[in-house]
């Protein structure tokens, strides 16, 4: 029977969500307790995409058959505790078999876009096992493959959608299924103009999830994960952070920006232009509640969250040259933007730029911003003086361009500390400072105490 249904959920669950058969059976009582749950986006089950990342980056042989014998046993850990195990079983066999044989040519002849199609096998086989946990429950449950509607660019390892794209094949594919029963599909994956597979970076099944969201126009989008919502900084570095209940979407995005990793960085965006209130909330435990990230909130604190960005280089730049500093900065940012290389803090002084870039983010792993290419063009003009392995440390709040005492706080939080670069100013709502990467913990300890607790 086909029924409209208006004000339909996204349900997003995370690879600690689908780690085995309980957490799948966890979050199936999750879908199953609400009606309006009619999109199921699934994560990798925990551990499976860096596994398959390695596997992508090529293997001698016989690691090879070490990661794919760890990555058989996670499926049939799961498999086994099906009533029907044989259902699916030679799907999830024909998975393997494929990741076995991808595997093999990343080892002769790497590329990137067979990387893609490599790690989209994690997401495969997730949904897969969990449409079947779910019509073991009695649920009228379909999988589906998100490649149809998440159409992307090419750039394989960090893709960006075509959002009209989305829309359009979302209208086309994807409503009539959520009319007629569940649908089960994978976040993190989608597909190029040439119809090869493409991943939106790691993470990315948080933004898989709003975008179709977006392009259904869903009452919701509900992310589920190992934690109950967005916290004042992560948990796992302060024990005395707090849960925000409610939290609007420019702050939860300049938090997932600037590394909470609670959220994919560009989750919000989609959720952003529909208005589309987004729920993260904790499947281990949905008694505990969770954080409502909306468009507005009622009284904005002044400091909100701390986030911390590891692995983060600086990048430094003396010009060579007697010249204004004008044609000095317009000469680096040419340079710059012909390696579209994008620098999100920046100080400068008469003859000197300071950059920090981020290297974290895409599927490939490693720095591939400061490449041969880019080093050779920037020597050429000026010289170049790199520093890896830094940590950035974010103070998120509202309006604190506008306040007294910003700088008191946040400086006396971190007296202790060799900062390499500060940034603020530009936002209204953030001060941003660079650290060894080492002391980035005792920072945030140091200035959630102060500002927080
Ligand atoms: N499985 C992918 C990853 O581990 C995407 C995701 O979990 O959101 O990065
Ligand atoms: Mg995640």
Redesign the pocket.
Same mark, same amino acid.
């Given at each position: 029977m086909t029924r409209i249904y208006p004000q339909f959920v996204v349900a997003k669950f995370?690879?600690t969500s689908v780690a085995d058969f309980d957490a799948m059976n966890r979050s199936a009582t999750i879908v199953l307790a609400d009606d309006h749950v009619r999109l199921v986006v699934l #994560?990798?089950s925990a551990g499976v995409?860096n596994l398959l990342v390695e596997l992508s980056e090529g293997l001698e042989s016989c690691d090879r058959m070490d990661k794919i014998d760890t990555l058989r046993t996670i499926q049939y850990n799961i498999i086994s505790r099906l009533q029907r195990p044989s259902v699916i079983s030679k799907e999830i066999d024909h998975l393997l078999e494929n990741i076995a044989h991808l595997a093999e040519i990343a080892y002769s002849t790497p590329c990137s876009s067979l990387s893609d199609e490599l790690v989209s096998h994690?997401?495969l086989m997730s949904s897969l096992l969990f449409t079947e946990v779910l019509r073991e429950r009695g649920a009228e449950a379909q999988w589906f493959d998100a490649r149809k509607v998440i159409r992307t660019n090419s750039d394989y390892g960090c893709a960006e959608p075509i959002v009209s794209q989305v829309a359009e094949q979302a209208e086309i594919h994807l409503r009539p299924r959520i009319e007629q029963a569940i649908a089960i599909t994978q976040?993190?994956i989608g597909s190029d103009d040439a119809g090869h597979t493409t991943t939106l970076g790691?993470?990315? #099944?948080?933004y898989t999830a709003s975008l179709l969201g977006e392009a259904l126009q869903a009452a919701r989008v509900d992310i589920w994960t190992d934690v109950a919502g967005i916290y004042t900084t992560d948990p796992r570095i302060v024990n005395q952070a707090q849960r925000i209940d409610h939290i609007s979407f420019s702050e939860a995005s300049d938090m997932a920006a600037f590394g909470a990793k609670v959220l994919?960085p560009a989750t919000l965006l989609p959720a952003m232009r529909k208005n589309i209130p987004v729920f993260v909330g904790s499947s281990k435990n949905t008694a505990a509640g969770g954080t409502l990230v909306r468009r507005e909130t009622e009284n904005p604190p002044r400091y909100r969250a701390i986030a911390v960005r590891r692995k983060q280089t600086l990048l430094r730049l003396h010009s060579l040259h007697e010249q204004p500093a004008y044609a000095f900065f317009a000469e680096m940012f040419a340079i710059l933007a012909n390696h579209e290389v994008a620098v999100d803090l920046l100080t400068t002084s008469e003859n000197s730029v300071a950059l920090a870039l981020d290297s974290t983010g895409s599927t490939s792993g490693e720095d591939h911003t400061l490449t041969t290419s880019l080093l050779t063009a920037l020597s050429s003009h000026c010289r170049v003086e790199i520093e890896t392995g830094l940590a950035l440390v974010t103070l998120i709040g509202n309006q604190l361009h506008q306040e007294t005492g910003v700088c008191r706080d946040a400086f006396s939080g971190l007296a202790d500390h060799a900062v390499r670069m500060i940034c603020h100013g530009a936002s209204d709502n953030h001060l941003s400072v660079l650290l060894p990467g080492e002391s980035a913990d005792s920072a945030v300890i140091e200035l959630h105490r102060r500002l927080f607790e």
């Open positions: 995370g690879g #994560s990798a995409t994690g997401e976040g993190f790691r993470g990315g #099944s948080d994919h």
